[in-house]
């Protein structure tokens, strides 16, 4: 799994990119590039987008060290850097259209079958393959805990796209599941 650090080494760490440390950064930048790495991942369509908006992010981090106070999470300061850093990179391509219209979808037993035999992989590749504005929303409210008033704010949408655009996303990915293979199961496969 990913690597433990201790909250006085954290502290040291933190301390040494304040005082532009190059191995300090460079720690820091092991320790948390993997994890924000996927995180990028989720926004972007391809990896040396996913690459660009890491490298970025992680200028902001060094460069705005000094904006954080201890209160909370580094690694959830950090992960606010790489969200607003992807959604600058979308709304700089334009590869965020917020419309795109799909056909309501009910749940079937065939669904429901499927999410019992969904690996982690296959839901990660269902949500990369949304519209873009879709997989934003659904990144933001379903992974990364935004409220809608917050996704509204950060994208300059109002609240009730957000929402609509979290229903549609759901529904997309209803739609996606109906057609996913089931593996078989017979003879006690559970």
């Known amino acids: 799994m990913g690597l433990h650090i201790y909250r006085a080494e954290e502290e040291q760490l933190i301390e040494g990119c304040r005082r532009r440390n190059s191995s300090a950064q460079r720690r820091l930048y092991d320790l948390y590039s ?20 890491l490298v970025s992010a992680f200028m902001k981090v060094f460069d705005r060290i000094d904006q954080f106070k201890g209160e909370g999470s580094f690694e959830g300061w950090i992960r606010r850097i790489v969200v607003n850093e992807a959604l600058t ?5 334009r590869n965020m259209a917020l419309e795109t ?4 979808a009910d749940w079937d037993s065939q669904a429901l079958q499927t999410v019992d035999h969904l690996h982690a992989q296959d839901l990660a590749d269902m ?9 934003v929303v659904f990144n933001m409210y379903a992974i990364d805990g935004y409220s809608h008033k917050e996704i509204a704010e950060q994208l ?3 609240e009730n796209t957000s929402k609509s ?5 759901r529904a997309y990915l209803r739609k996606l599941l109906e057609s996913y293979e089931v593996p078989n199961v017979k003879n006690g496969g559970q």
């Not at 990179?89 to 391509?93: G, I, S, V």
């Not at 949500?127 to 997989?135: D, F, H, K, S, T």
């Not at 655009?165 to 996303?169: D, F, G, M, P």
């Open 34 to 53: 993997s994890r924000m790495y996927a995180l990028c991942q989720r926004y972007m369509r391809n990896s040396a987008d996913s690459e660009d908006v």
């Open 89 to 93: 990179a979308l709304r700089r391509n």
């Open 101 to 104: 219209d799909v056909e309501a």
């Open 127 to 135: 949500i990369a393959e949304l519209p873009p504005g879709y997989r």
């Open 156 to 158: 300059g949408i109002t």
């Open 165 to 169: 655009q979290l229903s549609r996303a």
